[in-house]
């Protein structure tokens, strides 16, 4: 069982700037993906962002330029960053990690962590 520990979420004003993070208790050998979803009210989940394991990264149209996702790795956890930079009113949503392991089809989701953004 792999445990995802998020945190970062809050309350920003547009144009602002917040970081997410997420603890995986496994190492990133172990990973085929980490990513980030979010879901709004009334709104189905949606991908934000994805890095592979090779480093490849990939991103919703909506917040292409605006916001980078990275990772790094230690003895026995992998984390995953999501830097959102330029914050929008419609960025507003709770914001869920994931991860995918190598070579299956099982993945796991963390807690989510709401991010608002006024106007």
């Known amino acids: 069982q792999v445990q995802l520990v998020e945190s970062g979420g809050g309350l920003v004003q547009a144009g602002g700037s917040l970081r997410l993070s997420c603890a995986a208790s496994v190492r990133l050998l172990w990973l085929s993906t980490m990513a980030w979803y979010r879901q709004a009210p009334g709104k189905q989940r949606e991908l934000v962002a994805a890095?592979?394991?090779?480093?490849?990264?990939?991103?919703t149209d909506s917040v292409k330029d605006r916001f980078t996702i990275y990772r790094d790795n230690a003895k026995s956890t992998s984390t995953v960053y999501l830097q959102m930079n330029s914050l929008k009113p419609e960025d507003t949503a709770v914001y869920f990690c994931?991860?995918?392991?190598?070579?299956?089809?099982?993945?796991?989701w963390g807690q989510g962590t709401q991010v608002t953004v006024s106007s």
């Open positions: 994931n991860v995918k392991l190598y070579g299956t089809s099982t993945d796991y």
């Open positions: 890095i592979t394991r090779g480093g490849s990264a990939n991103y």
